[in-house]
Nanobody
């Protein structure tokens, strides 16, 4: 059973930054795409960013493009989401996923205050 574990969430003021990490329990990321999602209260899950196989490009949702950066670290079997210029509307539970959504993290809270 593969597990994805997120870390790095928390509370920050608007304009601040956070970096989320997602670590896989087994070496799967060499052969799998990876993605970040979020879900705000009362809203549907929103896709944020993906790195697909082969790792030729990273794609972002319009809502986060230019502010968020996704990056892999194959040596650590991990990937990250650097979030800058955070806004109150970024408040949500953030989840990582791998292998086309076969594996999901447990989710981590990010709260941005104005």
């Amino acid at each position: 059973q593969v597990q994805l574990v997120e870390s790095g969430g928390g509370s920050v003021q608007a304009g601040g930054s956070l970096k989320l990490s997602c670590v896989a329990s087994r070496y799967i990321l060499d052969n799998c795409g990876m993605a970040w999602y979020r879900q705000a209260p009362g809203k549907e899950r929103e896709w944020l960013s993906s790195i697909s196989m082969p790792r030729t490009s990273t794609t972002y949702a319009a809502s986060v493009k230019g502010r968020f950066t996704m990056s892999p670290d194959n040596a650590k079997n991990a990937f990250y989401l650097q979030m800058n210029s955070l806004k109150p509307e970024d408040t949500a539970i953030y989840s990582c996923a791998a292998c086309g959504g076969v594996y999901w993290g447990q989710g981590i809270q990010v709260t941005v205050s104005s």
